[in-house]
């Protein structure tokens, strides 16, 4: 059964979607099968895959309001092994649509609970809020990953999230677990960053990945390609932490 992570953060701008789309790209290079859903409405893991997201029909928002089957949502990358159910800007109206239906919650797990043994991880880029569709996600995951900025407000908001997970547990998805926190945009050259690692380190009982992804001009440019790096520039070293990132996930998936 394939496992299904959500890589959640309220705050933007704090490498989520770049996560999602280079350590789905970095399990695929190890050889598992994998599965993205883009549940941002923002669409910039559809387009950082090298998906049209205003031309293509039945995305992630046909899917929860039932216009289209979960197999007609999922759509080939240009990667073999990689799919993806795109989103676009329609997905930013499906909360209000959503409020009629019931169980509104399992929308997407229903679903998804067809495909899940066809791939070996799914992968869901949550929006940047807690909304419905970010509970949505949580109810589907079996795991939460977690971003972190290494910058001041790092911790800021984190509670809040670690709240809401724990929420998700105790009412809707009792078998969620944390899947733990990744370090993003580190700057070896600023005391800074450091600090951020090791307060987070000494604040949060949680898992925190070895694997701490640098502030890489190359990870910065690769979704206006459409590529992922580790085929933009595989010897970057954001393609080399990706890889290490996506090792430590197998790992952990062997372990239990």
Known sequence: MGRIIAIANQKGGVGKTTTAINL????VEAGKKVLVIDMDPQGNTTSGLGIEKEE????????????????????????????????NVNLAGAEIELLEIKEKEYILKNEIDYIQDDYDF????????????????????????????????????LSQLIH?????????????????????MYDARTNLS?????NVKSNLNTTIYKTIIPRNIRLAEAPSHGLPINLYDSKSAGAESYRLLAKEVIDRKDLQ
């Open 164 to 184: 809401t997970i724990q929420l998700v547990q105790k009412r809707l998805n009792p078998s969620l677990e944390m899947e733990g926190v990744v370090f993003t």
């Open 122 to 157: 799914l992968v869901i880029d949550c929006p940047p809020s807690l909304n419905m569709l970010t509970i949505n996600a949580m109810t589907t995951a079996n795991t939460v990953l977690v971003p972190i900025q290494c910058e001041y407000y790092a911790l800021e908001g």
């Open 24 to 27: 789905s790209s970095c399990l």
């Open 194 to 198: 450091l600090q951020v690692v090791e």
């Open 56 to 87: 293509i029909e039945n995305t992630v928002y046909e899917l929860m309001l039932g216009e289209c089957t979960v197999r007609e949502s999922v759509h080939k990358t240009e990667i073999e092994k990689l799919f993806l159910i795109p989103s």
